[in-house]
Every structure is written in C-alpha cells, then in structure tokens.
C-alpha cells in the first residue's frame, strides 16, 4: 500500500505542478472562497443565496487561507487524495478477504485520472472522499 500511496501522490503533485490547474476553475470555487473569506473576516458562514454548503470544507479552506493560502490547501488535498486511495484499497481488502485484492484496488485509484481532476481547485470532494472512505473502513472493520 505504501507503493500505492507514494504513486499517487506523485501522480497529483505532478498533475498540479505540470497542468497548473486555475484554483477558482471549478463549479463551486467562488462560492467556497467567499465562504472561507467571510469566516476570516469575522462574518461566521455566510448565506448564498439558493445554496446550502456544509461547513467544513469552508473551515479547512478558510484555516489553510490564514495558515499558507492556497498553495497549503493544494498540498493538503494532494494529501488527502493520496490518503483516499490507501483508504480505497483498505476497504477492498476488508470487502473481498484478499490484501491482493485491496493493493490491485489501491493501484487503480492511484491512477485514475478522475480520482485527482479537482485536487488543483476548491472542490469539496478532496476533503469529503477521504472521509467517506474513512467512513466506510471503520464500519467493515
């Protein structure tokens, strides 16, 4: 699984050095940048109207915003999405009895190209598909 972790976070560190992606690209960027800017202006979780955003991606956008702006947040979701697919090959370890069966899982989701297409940009999914992963390893234990 370490062979699996080490890949993909090469894997996204590359595509986020080399591609370059445009952070306020994604479909909600905006929306989660002012959600994080409006906390660190002391105005709490600001209402957009029509939209309903949990809180903790705003908190940890927010938080690596005051930390190391954006180039922390990036890091931290190249980390995240290469935790992910460790968590993805627990998980199918656990499901099919077989540690085979987890590494080839894991090997695959390192890969993937979809598995790291929003790392670059504000996108809930790098925070919340590690804990989902998360989520589901602890209930199969």
Request: overall charge neutral; charged content about 10%.
């Amino acid at each position: 699984m370490a062979a699996c972790f080490a890949v993909a976070l090469l894997l996204r560190t590359a595509a986020v050095l080399i591609l370059r992606p445009d952070p306020m690209n994604g479909i909600d960027s905006g929306e989660y940048d002012r959600l994080a800017r409006d906390l660190l202006a002391g105005q709490g979780l600001g209402l957009l109207q029509g939209y309903v955003r949990p809180p903790l991606y705003p908190l940890l956008v927010a938080g690596t915003y005051a930390i190391g702006g954006i180039a922390l947040l990036i890091a931290i979701q190249v980390l995240l999405g290469s935790i992910a697919t460790v968590l993805v090959g627990e998980l199918a370890s656990r499901l099919a009895g077989d540690r085979l069966a987890g590494i080839a899982a894991a090997a695959a989701a390192a890969i993937y190209p979809w598995s790291f297409q929003w790392v670059g940009t504000l996108a809930s999914e790098n925070l919340f598909t590690p804990l989902a992963l998360l989520g589901f390893v602890a209930v199969i234990s």
